[in-house]
Structures are given as C-alpha cells and as structure tokens.
C-alpha cells in the first residue's frame, strides 16, 4: 500500500525589514512545528527517519527561497521543500520598504505497513 499522510501542521511567519524571503519561510515552517509534539514514534517503536516530509512554502518570488536551507529546519525525516507562488509582500506606505509573508504546510507520510498489526 502507498504511504499515508498523517501529519499536516500550517504557519505562516515574516521579515518585517530584510525582505529575505527564507527567513520568512524558516519562521513560517518554524510556526507549523513549533507546537507539535507527535510521540506515536516512541510508542510505536518506528524510526523518524522512515517518515517522509513535504513542505510546501507560498511566498510572492518563490524563486528567491533557499528550499535546501529550508529543508535543515526540521530535524526528523527524508524532507522536500517545495516553494509555489503565495503569501504576501506588504509595502508601507510612508517608507516604501516591503514587509514579506511566508505561509508553510508541513506534511508527514509513512508507509502504513510501518505501524500494521500494533
């Protein structure tokens, strides 16, 4: 059987001066995990390291992300970051300088015969 998703975690995060699209991103990823305690590994005995993670990145120049810099984020897993058009670039209207909004969704897939029978 394919794998199954079972983990789906959503942030958003910013740079309010550098206009650096990865930090934005890095926070927004940050966001989605930062609450997230997930012990079904421990309890289950299975490896982290047979999880599969896809994170998809929505900021406004998805061609300016570092994706192999954002893939070290996370800790746990065989990760693929994937950036797509999305968030938001917000100019202030006295300073002309442009704050940048990343949304992130992190997304976990095992191979349920991982976890079969237990």
């Not at 309890?43 to 406004?60: K, N, S």
């Not at 100019?91 to 969704?105: L, Q």
Request: charged share 20%; proline share 3%.
């Amino acid at each position: 059987m394919a794998e199954q998703r079972f983990i789906i975690e959503m942030g958003m995060g910013n740079d309010l001066y550098g206009q650096d699209y990865t930090k934005a991103a890095a926070r927004a990823i940050e966001d989605a995990i930062r609450h997230s305690s997930i012990p079904m590994f421990e309890v289950l005995g299975v490896d982290h390291a047979r999880m599969r993670v896809l994170v998809t990145v929505g900021v406004q120049e998805p061609d300016k992300l570092d994706c192999a810099a954002l893939a070290n984020v996370l800790a746990h897993g065989q990760v693929e970051v994937r950036a797509v058009h999305g968030g938001l670039n917000v100019v202030n209207p006295d300073s002309g300088r442009v704050t940048v909004i990343a949304s992130a969704a992190v997304e976990a897939f095992l191979d349920p015969a991982l976890v079969a029978g237990l």
